[in-house]
């Protein structure tokens, strides 16, 4: 037996995704727990990647992705935020957006580095700054209202502040960043060293006339930060595990020092069916309409019920706060929620360090109109 074997994350359990998602499996309950489609990738982009299979694209890709692939990107960001990224020197695809943030933190996050962070988090963050050896710094967002707290931001920033990861539409809480918020964080970073690392996965998932306020709408922010995107989100295809990263070629050109060890190049099928499909930008412009029918079905139908709903502005998920059903913590109510009733969301507590309990849970509703009307169904029903 291996003695005094040393961990990095010591405390680190199993993802709440995998427990709940698992927990769903056992008892065959709803799973609206983790953020992924039960409908399929459109049949065009499923028939685009037989194509690339067929004829044999199937060895390695270029390190920094097709350029093809680059390319689209270059144009779509430039055709949504008017902005310009260099295929060649300012575009890399990832290995989902996951691969994208763990090397993004392990390229730039150093030793005793501080790297603030808004909680609830999504869940990745902590750990890949811990394994680095970076110490998270976070800053509170309470329900109802999830408000991005910038003057406790101020009062975290010191001198080994390297990072802030901003994360807008916001996972879990659906909250997103306003222009107002934008300014306040130029006024923060302006004149320090500060990056940015903005996850913006959700860029296309928002709703009521809410805009995504990108960071690379904005010159000034835009030089010091890197923005993570998602194909999986976008294109309901998170199995294939295909994201993508923007930043100024200096920042590039270090985030490929650990992109080539951690990823090597990405799935080389994927890359030119994306491609070709991302030629058309209806593809991408549906996805407001649709998912904001979703989220009004699955909340009208939620109004029956005992549930208060904090209404989503963005992202696939609708939290709701349970205190007029239990006492219980929310770990405790979600797992009985599967067991009992076979529902399963994710317990909020868990995307904070101190484990918070605000008595909420987050249902994802990037599921058939069928499944969020069972779903809604056991809901309304508890009393
Ligand atoms: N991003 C998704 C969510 O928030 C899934 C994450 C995962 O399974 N690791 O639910």
């Given amino acids: 037996m291996l003695k005094n074997l040393f961990s990095k994350l010591p405390n680190q359990?199993?993802?709440?995704f995998a427990i709940m998602s698992e927990l769903a499996n056992q008892y065959k309950a709803i799973d609206l727990s983790r953020g992924f489609p039960d409908f399929d990738v459109?049949?065009?982009?499923?028939?685009?990647?037989?194509?690339?299979?067929?004829?044999?694209?199937n060895q390695y890709a270029p390190v920094n992705g097709i350029l093809e692939l680059r390319e689209k990107i270059a144009e779509k960001t430039e055709a949504a935020y008017q902005s310009t990224?260099?295929?060649d020197t300012e575009i890399t695809i990832t290995g989902g957006a996951t691969e994208a943030i763990f090397a993004a933190i392990t390229t730039f996050v150093?030793?005793?580095d501080e790297v603030i962070i808004f909680e609830p988090a999504y869940d990745l963050y902590t750990p890949a700054v811990k394994v680095n050896?970076?110490?998270?710094?976070?800053?509170?967002?309470?329900?109802p209202h999830y408000s991005f707290n910038w003057d406790q931001v101020q009062k975290s920033i010191t001198a080994n502040t390297r990072m802030i990861i901003i994360n807008s539409p916001h996972n879990p809480t659906g909250n997103v960043l306003s222009a107002w918020d934008i300014e306040?964080?130029?006024?923060?970073?302006?004149g320090t060293n500060i990056l940015i690392l903005s996850d913006e996965v959700y860029e296309n998932i928002l709703f009521d006339g809410f805009e995504h306020e990108s960071i690379i709408l904005h010159p000034e922010l835009k030089t010091r930060s890197i923005i993570v995107n998602s194909f999986g989100k976008t294109f309901h295809a998170t199995g294939w595990r295909m994201g993508y990263i923007l930043a100024q070629k200096e920042l590039m050109n270090e985030f490929r020092k650990v992109h080539q060890y951690s990823m090597y190049t990405v799935n080389t099928p994927a890359q030119y069916a994306l491609s070709e499909y991302m030629t058309n930008y209806k593809n991408y412009h549906e996805l407001v309409d649709f998912f904001q029918q979703k989220r009004d079905l699955f909340t009208n139908l939620l109004s029956g019920s005992k549930l208060e709903i904090i209404k989503t502005k963005g992202t696939y998920f609708q939290n709701v706060c349970y205190k007029q059903l239990s006492e219980e913590g929310d770990f405790e109510f979600a797992s009985r929620l599967v067991r009992e009733y076979k529902i399963a969301s994710i317990p909020v507590s868990y995307f904070y360090k101190g484990k918070n309990d605000y008595k909420i849970l987050r249902f994802c509703f990037a599921k058939n109109d069928e499944t969020l009307k069972r779903g809604a169904e056991i809901l309304c029903a508890l009393k």
């Fill in 184 to 190: 306040r964080l130029k006024k923060l970073v302006n």
């Fill in 85 to 87: 990224y260099n295929p």
């Fill in 133 to 143: 050896g970076g110490i998270p710094v976070y800053i509170e967002m309470t329900p």
């Fill in 42 to 57: 459109n049949e065009e982009l499923v028939k685009l990647y037989c194509k690339f299979l067929k004829k044999g694209y």
């Fill in 110 to 112: 150093r030793e005793n």
């Fill in 13 to 16: 359990g199993k993802t709440i």
